[in-house]
């Protein structure tokens, strides 16, 4: 057994094959059958190099099992939460790069829209070099380009579910991109949502409004990384979780701002801190 979920278990297996794969199975399909649905439904349709590939699945009796391609690094909070080996910079960036570009597969090039709804550390696995998978796709909800939202049962996980959704029950992209922001400053700091009761998405305003963001990056890689890639993910990252949706950068445009091809994002700091101290 490699993992466990509300749901059942996940399981290192061999097919007859050879081919190594990771099996998630759920005990009981009369609980589970809307998150067991989903999962094929949706992930039997995409094809990209940042999303888990399901390669089958099975039903017997009132267990289901779904049969994924095996990542060998497991999944990014053992890295950034764990005791695994430390990420170096490199390493973070590649996987925030490598998120982005899944999230806007997502969001855009399918001619439809599918919102992941439960972005978080635990639902990135990484393969042997690295490169990031998004996979739980649960709760994930599609709906055509023609609408810009959904309303929704709140679901997903406290601290990484977007205010609108969690308040109003409005699921939309934007609401990947909170998640996903949330996300990036836990990549940067190796800090949980919430720790020692501080909230990390203040304390990182807090540190940019000081001229200090940089502060933000994980102790143990501060010798060995790219000031200006960092600032530029600490920007992002509180961009995208601003409390209105509207403000919240399309996926797009965070890549650009991300890879330094977009000069606004000085502009869109500074104009998100004067927002925020308005009373």
Partial sequence: MIGRGGFGSVYKAVLSTGQMVAV??????????????????????????????????????????????????????TYIFGERHQLQWSARF????????????????????????????????????????????????????????????????LGYISPECFIQGKLSDKSDVYS?????????????????????IEYAWNLQNEGKALNLVEESIREAFSEHEALRCIQVGLLCTQHEPNHR???PLVIKMLLGEDSSLREKIEEAAQYKVQP
């Fill in 94 to 157: 590649k996987i925030i790069l490598g998120v982005t570009r899944g999230l806007i597969y997502l969001h855009q090039d399918l001619g439809f829209r599918i919102i992941h709804g439960d972005l978080k550390p635990s639902n990135i696995l990484l393969d042997n070099e690295m490169n990031p998978k998004i996979s739980g796709f649960g709760i994930a909800k599609s709906f055509e380009d023609d609408k810009s939202e959904l309303e929704t049962i709140v679901a997903g996980t």
């Fill in 180 to 200: 996903f922001g949330v996300v990036v400053l836990e990549i940067l700091s190796g800090k949980r949502y919430r720790f020692a009761d501080v909230n990390l």
């Fill in 24 to 77: 998630k199975r759920f005990s009981s399909l009369s609980l589970h059958f809307n998150q067991f649905k989903s999962e094929i439904v949706l992930l039997s349709n995409l094809h990209h190099r940042n999303i888990v590939k399901l390669l089958g699945y099975c039903i017997h009796k009132e267990e289901g099992m779904l049969l994924y391609e095996f990542m060998e690094n497991k999944s990014l909070d």
């Fill in 249 to 251: 950068p399309a996926l």
